[in-house]
């Protein structure tokens, strides 16, 4: 159309805030219409000073309408928390004239406090009260649809996976027959089930403990970027952290926080802080150390930039293309060198554990960490994880047990021992060459674990040279004390990385 006034509609036609996840994950779009000749530059406000954008919160015009000059665009945000709730106002103007709307982001709750409602000063651009409090509730429908389609989409999942079905069928029946772990009946969360897991954990390890080592850091030193994922403890974020170590005025780190802080909650945590303190080696996560200034109690550790391998190496697999995340840092499929390297790291981190004769009890790849130069650490030291909770197998109501990754003598006897961890490390080798698969994915929980106790072995994965399967093949003997021991495993690693066998990838 002919030279025009602008006019602006901020929050979309039905006003409500989306979330996008074809540009990248955590993505959230403030929708926006301009409608102007010439076209208008647009600008924002976030609580009225100038919204600075960058590589995390950026405007971008997704659809110029067919012979029109109206254009639709969104104010991404890529994993907004509560330091991003506020008033978000779009400022629009051509030599023409100018338009301005406002509307009211509200993202997450701050976690370092008790819900309240954002404050702030008023902004005199704002829209209307109405427009605001109508994208409000909008935003809070949305919440609530979105949480149910979440929930629906998990149920669905559950109904069509056949673990999921077999676990609802068939939990008490396998508790019965199975006489190892009948703990008590009354149902637990699966953040109980992680601290039962942790218990014992510890009852097993007691020797690491040190009361008056664990750092503190104080609460004002920690500020929250955004949120990394969420496990049975509760949240974990990104963050900055002031005056961490002498080197470095403030640096990236992961932050978790305890999600309810009962007394037994508060005690685990303490203990958990006090083994991670003990734990220190180059393919051991890095704990920092706590906050525990108010609530919520959280832990400190280095961040991991590519967060937990099992995602890694799915996201890095014939699949890649699929699940890439869009942040432009694929890797491309891995390669046979990249995962003996990814295998030799964790061994050298198992053989650390074992020099301190320190029981793992649960490690898999979703318990690794990864980051630059594929670097690879063992993350995670309790049991089950939320979105994990198909390798989790629950018994008698109470107890996860990953089944998948366990010998016969611990799904029998609940015996975990140095070369039980042996065992789980030969599936997180075969984990490693299937990019990511789940262990016996092809049967459910209790055909697995008959599978397991009749001494039925996972198959060679495609990719994978018979030197590796053998050592995988080691990890499996029945007989706990045949199994290879870890700093041999290490070893033939250590060789196979400086000579990579030659393998031919089995058609078919
Ligand atoms: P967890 O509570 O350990 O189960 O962690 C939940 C999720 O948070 C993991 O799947 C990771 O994606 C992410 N995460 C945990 N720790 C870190 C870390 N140190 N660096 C980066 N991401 C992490």
Request: charged share 20%; with cysteine.
């Amino acid at each position: 159309r002919a030279g025009s006034d602008v006019t602006i509609t901020v929050g979309a036609k039905n006003e409500t805030f989306a979330l996008f996840s074809a540009e990248k994950p955590h993505d959230w779009c403030i929708p926006f219409s301009v409608d102007g000749n010439p076209p208008p530059a647009l600008r924002w406000l976030f609580n009225g000073s100038a919204l600075v954008q960058g590589k995390y919160i950026r405007t971008k015009i997704v659809e110029y309408e067919h012979n029109s000059t109206v254009v639709h665009g969104c104010l991404y945000l890529n994993g907004p928390t509560h330091v991003n709730n506020g008033n978000y106002t779009l400022l629009a103007h051509n030599p023409l004239g100018a338009d301005a709307r406002t509307v009211l982001g509200r993202f997450m709750d701050n976690p370092f406090t008790k819900p309240r409602l954002p404050s702030g000063p008023v902004d005199r651009t704002a829209s209307p009260p109405s427009l605001q409090v109508s994208v409000a509730v909008a935003l809070a429908v949305f919440a609530c649809l979105f949480l149910s389609i979440m929930l629906i989409v998990l149920n669905k999942c559950g109904r069509h996976s056949k673990f999921g079905a077999a676990v609802l069928a068939q939990d008490d029946d396998i508790a019965m027959s199975l006489h190892f772990m009948n703990l008590g009946s009354s149902p637990q969360s699966s953040a109980e089930s992680k601290l039962e897991g942790l218990k014992t954990n510890f009852i097993e390890n007691p020797q690491y403990f040190c009361d008056s080592c664990v750092h503190h850091i104080k609460r004002r030193d920690i500020v929250l970027k955004w949120e990394l994922g969420e496990g049975a403890f509760g949240k974990v974020f990104l963050a900055e952290c002031y005056n961490l170590i002498p080197e470095q005025e403030k640096m990236l780190v992961a932050v978790k926080a305890l999600k309810e802080a009962t007394e037994s909650a508060r005690l685990d945590f303490q203990r958990e802080a006090e083994l991670l303190t003990v734990l220190q080696h180059e393919h051991i996560v890095r704990f920092y150390g706590v906050c525990t200034d108010g609530e919520p109690l959280v832990m400190v550790f280095e961040y991991m930039k590519h967060g937990d391998l099992n995602r890694f190496l799915r996201s890095h697999g014939p699949d890649a293309k699929i699940l890439d995340n869009g942040n432009g840092q694929s890797f491309g499929q891995l390669t046979l060198s990249q995962m003996l390297q990814i295998a030799t790291q964790i061994a050298s981190g198992m053989v650390y554990l074992a020099s301190l004769h320190f029981v793992h009890r649960d490690l898999a790849t979703r318990n690794c960490l990864v980051g630059r130069s594929l670097v690879v650490k063992i993350g995670d030291f309790g049991m089950s994880r939320d979105i994990y909770s198909t390798d989790y197998y629950r018994v008698g109501g109470r107890t996860m047990l990953p089944i998948r990754w366990m010998p016969p003598e611990s799904i029998l006897y609940r015996k975990f021992t140095a070369e039980s961890d042996i065992w789980s490390f030969g599936v997180v080798l075969w984990e490693i060459f299937t990019y990511g698969k789940q262990p016996w994915y092809q049967l459910s929980n209790t055909e697995a674990i008959e599978c397991i106790t009749q001494g039925r072995e996972l198959e060679r994965p495609r990719t994978c040279p018979s030197e590796v399967y053998d050592i995988m093949q080691g990890c499996w003997q029945r007989e706990p004390q045949q199994r290879q021991n870890i700093k041999e495993i290490h070893s033939r690693l250590q060789a196979l990385v400086k000579t990579p066998p030659v393998y031919l990838d089995v058609l078919g």
